[in-house]
């Protein structure tokens, strides 16, 4: 049985919602509180903008090999003259410091779980030993540490870390714990892209705050089937922030670090991107882009050449409006402000050729699997909530296999949402995919979603048709929605390689 939104009532009477099989009555006025946990409008929160007036942050860079990561709770300022209660790798600070590797580099790397409930490491992107790749139940307990040691099998690309113990990841994340993970090479290195001052990792998260700025999880049922949105957008930790830069080209690691919230990004002042990696690394080429849609996990390489604007130009990065989904992309909002100043002239030139790599060919797939995700009915195994999700008709059980998959083969997974309601961006564990088509809702496939992937948004009505070369590394990994709520509210499904 598909799955019902929370319904707006107008007029006099009452209703009777049904909510995984239990009967709720509900007043016309349009909301209910049932334990103060829903809005039955089902209407996102609206952004609130700040001044734009409080410096961006950049995260401290350090080597992946040897790097202590120690997940805590702390304090930070996210809202400027606030202080919140928030999470992070390193006291006084939300989010991780930004791990950098080369290609081929041995990681060694240990997290302490000074939480109060058990936590893990993630290497989003990364392919990884299964026992290194942050199963949600290879854990460390509060108050334990796990160790972490692989090679960088991947090439240059912006990949990222956050934590994934079972039903506990939306949390985690939400509260502040992830980070980037860069790693380069040398066809990366020749050519010359803009480093140092000009590189700016710029993780976006939405977090729903009160008047003294404090924010913490407790979502709600209308955020448990529609994924967390919250009323202020923060860049790298910091609400509405503000960026100096130079009249010349910056390269913008961009990482959807949100919960549930997707984001059209764009310039306000109508300028174009330039797009030159996505989720597994750098394009054939760059594509100008006017616009890029990021759903929770995705990221994007872009340059964005701020020559020829006069000092004190303000340019903002803003998402802008979308359709597809019913309970978001209603309202367009500035995220972060790019405030121009004199920089000389511009060394950078742009390459017309990135990289190399082959698109792999439909022939060469030995099997071919479909995965309804239009589903969210009950949740059996975890704990008979009402919001929940699943594929197949299945949740996440950690005793059960649901796929079991041949070490080096190549497969091609649908993605079927054509019957859903809700986007669901989705994440492969321990492997990486490339785009073939998608069909109904949007029929194309973005400039965003070339080359190699590791998540990839199924829009409802769309049905889209991955790729997906499997490594050598046997083992036990996951598969998921990146929406976290779905994640944790059973939408992931296990998959052995062997």
């Known amino acids: ?83 919140s209660t928030v999470s992070g790798y390193q006291p006084g600070g939300i989010l991780g410091s930004t791990l950098r590797a080369s290609t081929g580099d041995l990681v060694n790397a240990t997290l302490q779980n000074n939480l109060a409930e058990p936590s893990n490491l993630h290497w ?20 334990g540490s796990l160790s972490y040691s692989f090679p960088i099998l991947n090439r240059a690309g912006t990949y990222w870390y956050h934590p994934h113990p079972d039903m506990k990841t939306a949390k985690q994340a939400y509260e502040g714990l992830a980070g980037f993970f860069l790693v380069t090479d040398a066809e990366e290195q020749a050519l010359g892209l803009p480093a140092g001052e000009y590189e700016l990792p710029l993780v976006i998260q939405d977090k729903r705050a009160d008047a003294a700025g404090k924010f913490a999880y407790s979502p709600s049922m209308t955020d448990e089937m529609n994924g967390l949105l919250g009323e202020s957008v923060l860049v790298n930790g910091v609400h509405s922030p503000m960026a100096e830069v130079a009249t010349r080209t910056y390269r913008l690691r961009i990482l959807n670090g ?29 594509e100008a882009v006017a616009s890029l849609l990021l759903s929770p996990g995705e990221r994007a390489d872009v340059l964005v050449n701020f020559s020829g604007l006069s000092s004190g130009t ?8 979308f359709s597809g989904s019913d309970y978001q992309g209603k309202q367009a909002f500035r995220i972060l402000n790019f405030k121009v100043k004199e920089g000389g002239a511009d060394p950078f030139s742009l390459p017309s050729s990135l990289s190399t790599y082959s698109p792999i060919a439909e022939g060469t797939a030995t099997r071919n699997r479909s995965f309804d995700i239009s589903n969210g009915g009950g949740h059996g195994g975890h704990g008979g909530g009402m919001a929940m999700h699943n594929i197949n008709g299945k949740s996440y059980d950690e005793s059960r296999i649901d796929e079991t998959v041949t070490a080096g083969a190549t497969e091609i997974w649908t993605f ?47 049905k889209v048709r991955v790729i997906v070369a499997f490594g050598q590394e046997k083992g036990v990994y996951v598969f998921h929605c990146h929406n976290l709520e779905h994640e944790d509210t059973g939408m992931m499904l296990q998959m052995e390689i062997g």
């Not at 007029?11 to 009555?25: E, I, K, Y």
């Not at 089902?42 to 401290?60: K, M, Q, Y």
């Not at 303000?314 to 409006?321: A, C, N, P, Y």
Request: proline share 6%; glycine share 14%; hydrophobic share 40%.
């Open 1 to 83: 049985m598909k799955r019902r939104k929370f319904i707006g009532i107008t007029g006099v009477g009452t209703g009777v919602v049904l909510f995984g099989g239990t009967s709720v009555l509900v007043t016309t006025s349009g909301s209910c509180n049932m334990d103060g946990m829903m809005n039955m409008d089902g209407v996102a929160p609206e952004v609130l903008e700040g001044a734009f007036d409080v410096p961006l942050p950049v995260p401290p860079s350090m080597s992946a090999n040897g790097a202590a990561l120690a997940a805590q709770r702390t304090t930070a300022t996210v809202f400027k003259g606030k202080t």
């Open 124 to 143: 989003h992107g990364l392919l990884t030993p299964a026992d290194m790749d942050g199963h949600p139940s290879d854990v460390a307990q509060a108050g």
């Open 258 to 286: 949100s919960n549930g919230r997707i984001y059209n990004l764009a310039l306000s002042n109508g300028a174009s991107f330039t797009l030159i990696g996505t989720d597994g690394g750098l394009l054939a080429a760059p």
């Open 314 to 321: 303000e340019v903002f990065l803003e998402s802008k409006t």
């Open 416 to 462: 079927d949402n054509t019957e859903g309601i809700d986007p669901h961006p989705m994440h492969l564990h321990g492997a990486l995919f490339q785009v073939l088509d998608r069909a109904g809702g949007r029929a194309q496939v973005f400039p965003h979603e070339k080359g190699w992937k590791d998540t990839v948004l199924a829009m409802p009505g769309e």
